[in-house]
């Protein structure tokens, strides 16, 4: 009896110590001590015209070349006549007049039998949607009249598939008049053209020949393509990095990206060759140049429609160090910081300042709140530092609220980075712009990058990152689920030191399937469609589910970041009351995992997961076809705070509890 007694104790002594202590695996997480705030900022975009991503990209435009303005005044455009009349078609140039859009066509029909015809191509072809308006525009002069332009829409097998005409008014002597007219498609057409052919006789000069589907976003005319900037609107960004990349710092200074150049009548808008045009022998594009038809007010337009901070970039008075290396001379520095000082102005600046009227006057008196500004993208070495100084001095003095973005170099590691790291944290820089093009293991390794940075100081923006599948600028690189899966594992460790980590953005943004220089990126598009990579879905995933602080998520006391290949964070969101948790499983195996949640009494309800998946790390998603990884919905009782979520191998899941 006394023995069976003993027993009984035991018994209950050992239920007891099951209830109150923590088997082994679990993970506690504790939603009422946060550890860090989640900046608003924490995930956003980069935007860059690489791989057509402004031109034949995101700006609606469908005609290229339209100002003739390419190195080759005729590239994108074939001129067809029934009879070869010597002279019938020119380009002229009228440099002294028109500095930033010298060149026009004229077009001279001297035989009303003849006929005779343009055609542009558009980019990689016109993307054509059945029944969807059209918008016809050029600038012309006339002297007499006698000539009637008919606008077609060609498809890819040489039918027209939506035609209007236009007779333009007679203009009297050397003035531009523009002349439009509007038609529906009749069908769709992946690469069609636009012809025109001349009908009478008569002269007239041509310019900024263009043509835009009118379901633009926001529908204005002129505007963007609304599928594309969807898909960043649906990511809910925290801010937009614009206008990259190496693109600010051009080959050499002549072709840096100068914003004041990217205002007004987009006639006025000066056109430049586009770094990536000859950037890789191996993907040569001889036909991209920067129109600027998207610029500086349409991008703080955009980031407004989709509630991001703007972030620009601007050039520090370096060109790209991979190219030429150019430096401007110290004493010569101050026209680029007045740029910087006058793009605070454009943005913030009252109605009767100089650039905020230029701002109201293109149409938005109301201030962008521009609270951010890079100076330099990928600059290094002392020459860097000693220009950043100046521009540093310059506008905290007159703007101090102005937050500064300093670039850390290329690497996140190596001499370089660690002479930037060293300067840049002893001039107390507000925060610190790191790239990393890496091996998926790479990522894997550094999930704890940040867990030793310190606390307090310079904030780090993870500014460019891309798991690479081959190695950097290969073009077998894949944005396969392989690489998507491990920048998930990484962000939870951005986002566990969310109090080191302001801002993260993955880069590149676009790319065109038939018109790409760089691989990976995040949204792969042709001229009707895009295509959602996985790694869409983690930066988006982690984008609509930042929360506001993050809690800790320990097993056995410790961050899970690679113990088992697995990899946790935990936010809590106070505007919706809700614990997220996301959790990484870069194993083959499944793997059940026990979680309890603590600090908000004994919950009980259902949590829904959203899972990204695959058992084929190899998996992509290709356009046109069903997504091979994408985002599914699951449901998961909690009881009493505690809950089992059952990780598949290779996956990605989001769990939402209501608190
Ligand atoms: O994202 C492509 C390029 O990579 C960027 O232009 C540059 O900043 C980096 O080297």
Redesign the pocket.
Known sequence: MRIKNWIAALVLLIGAQHTNAQPKNDIIIKTNAPIADVQPTMWGI?F?D?NLGADGGIYAELVKNRSFEFYEPMMGWKVRQSTFREGSVLVLNRKELAGANPRFLRVKKREAADTLSITNEGFRGMGIKKGLRYDFSLLYRLPAAGLTLHVELISSTGKVIGSSSLSPAVTPGEEWKKAAVSFNSTDSALRGHMNIWFEGTGTIDMDIVSLFPSDTWKGRPGGMRADMIQMLADMKPGFIRFP?????EGHDLSVRYQWKKTLGPIEDRQLIVNRWNYEFAHRPTPDYFQTFGLGFYEYFQLAEDIGASPLPILNCGMACQ?NTAEVVPLDQLDPYVQDALDLIEFANGDVNSKWGKVRADMGHPAPFHLKMMGIG??NWGPQYIERLKVFTKAIKEKYPEINLVNSSG?DPNGDRYDYLNKELRSMHADIIDE?Y?RRPEWFLQNARRYDSFPRNGSRIFAG?Y?AQSDRTVSVYNKNNWQTALSEAAFMTGLERNADVVSMASY??LFAHVDGWQ?TPDLIWVDNLRVNATPNYYVQKLFSVNKGTHVVSALRNKKVLAGEDSLYASAVIDDATGELIVKMVNVSAKAQTIPLNIEGAGKLTGKATLTVLRSDETAAVNTIGDAPAVRPLDEGVEVKNGKLVIDASPYSFTILKFKL
Do not use: R
């Open positions: 980069f860059e690489i990259g990349g190496c693109i600010v991979f993208n990928e290329t790239h093009y460019e891309a880069a590149p760089w």
